[in-house]
Structures are given as structure tokens and as C-alpha cells.
């Protein structure tokens, strides 16, 4: 099955900066990228962290459109956790404060059920827990703060579910996607966590199918899958427009971890 992804971007700075662009897919058949800032074409610079395909833009004053366009192919091999990615994926983070909740998900979750059910346990008890509602949280909200409110948007389903997987002492990481089927559409994200060594997927949202997930990029938290980051000056985030569709029928939803090429 074929995917095709679009977004474009508009930004508007009085002054130059510099801005990290993260909405490249991670492994695509075809793809373009094109930036046009103060009336001028400038020429991105691609350079990778973390297996995450990044680009700096030294943007001028005036208005900065974005536009990028990719194709990708559904299956592939799973990608296997290596020793790195499983330490990293385990210790708390910036929106990720595991150690803050090791008690309450040991009380909560059974640490004997098999790695593939707990983590469908715990995107399902996330799911259950939680409301759905845009513009409920803060950028600075951590998955404490999304507990304790009980509604966010998927970032914060994700914060959340990966928090509670690291507290049982499940390797986990969060995944910026593009998600055919996604309604409103916009950027997702979903939680990768370690089953049989590979990194399987779930979403807690439930609000796209995983099969159809399309990868940016992963991190500890939102924090390293930001898709757009200013330094060196101000801007004022203007428009965004996200789309992804197959060129078939979406695939049957599946709360089971899946793992995504």
C-alpha cells in the first residue's frame, strides 16, 4: 500500500532566525521539500540526531512557507531495539517523570501478564482514562499533570502512556507519525514500546489506524520530536496543513502492538 503525505508550514519572523524542522518521513520512496522565506528560496541543511532526520533553516524576515511532500511503502522489517535505545528508553525524561509514578502503576497494572498484553493493558487503561479534548493542556504539561487532569490531545496520551510503561520497567519512546484516517488531520503521537526486542507501536487515542502509520521520528518525549523549533529570533506561527491518505482502503484498526518499519 502506497502513502502519500503533505504539510505545509507558514511562519512569519520581523527579524531572521534559525528554525529545526522535523517532518521529513524517516524512510520514504519519493519525497520534496521546498522553503521559501523573505521572498527567497533557501536550501535546507539535512543532518541526523538520534536516527532523526533534521533540518536547519536560517530564515529571513518576513513570511516562511514550508512545503513538503512524500511518498512511503507500508511494511518492511521491524526495527529492533538496540542496547543504546533500551537504556535510554527506560530512565524518566522531561515530560516523562517515571520514577514519579513507579508506585501507582505497580498498583494499578499486573507486572506478570506477557509484554505484548501489558502494553495493550496500559494504551487501553490510557484510553479509558483519559478525554479527548483539543486545547485542554499546556506545552508545559507533563504526563503527571495529564493524569491527574484526565483529558489531552494524543502528545499528552502519549506522555502518559509511555510514563507508566517505563514506571513497570518497559523500555518505551514517543513516535511522531503521519496517520492516514486522522480526524481533524494534523501531525500524530504514538508510543513505540520494546515486546520480543523489536519496537512495537500502540496509540492510546485510538483515532487512526496503526497499520497505516507513516514515521517522522522518535524520542524520549515530546521534547526531541518537536516538528518545528526557533532559535536566535521570534516568529509567529501563522497556518499548517497536514495531510496523509493511502491509495487503498485504510487498514482495520488493531489495538495490538504492531511493529512499525
Request: charged residues 20%; hydrophobic residues 45%; glycine residues 6%.
Amino acid at each position: 500500500m502506497r502513502i502519500d503525505v503533505a504539510a505545509t508550514l507558514t511562519v512569519s519572523s520581523p527579524e531572521p532566525a534559525t528554525a529545526l524542522l522535523q517532518i521529513a518521513v524517516a524512510d520514504p520512496v519519493a519525497e520534496q521539500l521546498t522553503v521559501l522565506s523573505g521572498g527567497t528560496a533557501v536550501e535546507p541543511e539535512e543532518f541526523e540526531v538520534n536516527g532523526a532526520r533534521v533540518h536547519r533553516l536560517q530564515l529571513l524576515a518576513g513570511d516562511t512557507t514550508v512545503t513538503y511532500s512524500a511518498s512511503a511503502q507500508d511494511g518492511g522489517s521491524p526495527r529492533k531495539v538496540s542496547s543504546a535505545e533500551w537504556a535510554e528508553a527506560l530512565r524518566p525524561s522531561r515530560y516523562c517523570p517515571s520514577d514519579q509514578l513507579e508506585g501507582f502503576a505497580g498498583t494499578e497494572f499486573d507486572r506478570t501478564l506477557p509484554r505484548a498484553r501489558l502494553v495493550s493493558t496500559v494504551a487501553d487503561w490510557v484510553h479509558r482514562r483519559l478525554v479527548y479534548t483539543s486545547g485542554a493542556s499546556r506545552p508545559v504539561d507533563t504526563a503527571v499533570d495529564t493524569l491527574l487532569a484526565g483529558r489531552g490531545v494524543c502528545r499528552d496520551y502519549a506522555h502518559l502512556t509511555v510514563t507508566l510503561l517505563r514506571a513497570l520497567e518497559i523500555p518505551a519512546r514517543l513516535v511522531a507519525v503521519y496517520a492516514p484516517g486522522l480526524a481533524p488531520m494534523d501531525f500524530h503521537a504514538v508510543v513505540e514500546a520494546e515486546v520480543d526486542g523489536v519496537w512495537s507501536v500502540v496509540d492510546a487515542t485510538r483515532l487512526a489506524p496503526t497499520r497505516s502509520l507513516v514515521r517522522i521520528c522518535s524520542g524520549r518525549d515530546a521534547a526531541d520530536t518537536a516538528f518545528l523549533s526557533l532559535f536566535g529570533g521570534v516568529a509567529q506561527f501563522r497556518t499548517m496543513r497536514v495531510t496523509a491518505t493511502t491509495d487503498g482502503p485504510l487498514p482495520a484498526p488493531d489495538e495490538a502492538p504492531f511493529p512499525l518499519p
